[in-house]
């Protein structure tokens, strides 16, 4: 059977099938509702690559919880920074909440960095982080990541939530590059 698909210019092979995916989100799942039952948690899910995995996790988690979106929007700063990443879409006063940040994947770590300044400033009693994936041979910045589903290589990858240009996000299994002609 070919395990391969083929977009734009890359070609790539599944490398974590579903079923794989799903027991760790399970593993994950079990252990947010053990650690923070009794505090009402506050998921925030970082759209859009990590629209799969919430949905995923939230069916499993079974403590008393909510469950929001946002997004990171990148514009022009004016200052000599350049790209500045705004986070939108927050509603909720997080004040004195127990917030779980949900991520497709910590990369360099510079975006969670990001999400995790803004938040700060909102006032919120603890903030966790969740990812479904993490590249840790990548990471650039010290983070407290409590929930890791997967650890993965450097290598680019596509499906479950994450994109190749807009596209593959619909794969239920996760694929990674083999060639980059
Ligand atoms: P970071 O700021 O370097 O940690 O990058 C995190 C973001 O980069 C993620 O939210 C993804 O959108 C994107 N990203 C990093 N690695 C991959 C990958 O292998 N495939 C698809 N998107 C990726």
């Given amino acids: ?93 997080l004040t004195g909440r127990t917030v779980v940040i949900v991520e497709d994947i910590v990369d360099t770590g510079l975006t969670m960095q990001r ?14 982080i969740a990812t479904l994936l993490l590249k840790p041979d990548k990471l650039q910045v010290d983070l407290n990541i409590e929930y890791v589903a997967m650890r993965i290589p450097n290598d680019f990858i596509v499906g479950y939530g994450l994109d190749y240009d807009g596209l593959g996000r619909n794969f239920k299994d996760i694929y990674t590059v083999i060639n980059e002609e």
């Fill in 1 to 93: 059977m070919d395990n391969t698909v083929q977009i734009k210019d890359k070609r790539f092979a599944v490398s974590i099938p579903e079923a794989d995916i799903l027991r760790e989100v399970e593993r994950v799942a079990e252990e947010i509702n053990r650690d923070l039952a009794g505090k009402n948690p506050l998921f925030l899910s970082v759209l859009n690559g990590s629209f799969m995995f919430t949905s995923d996790l939230m069916k499993r988690i079974t403590i008393p919880c909510e469950v929001s979106f946002v997004k990171l929007a990148s514009y022009q700063g004016i200052a000599t920074t350049g790209k500045v990443k705004e986070v939108i879409g927050i509603n909720e006063d």
């Fill in 115 to 128: 999400l995790l300044e803004s938040l700060g400033t909102r006032r919120p009693k603890e903030i966790h």
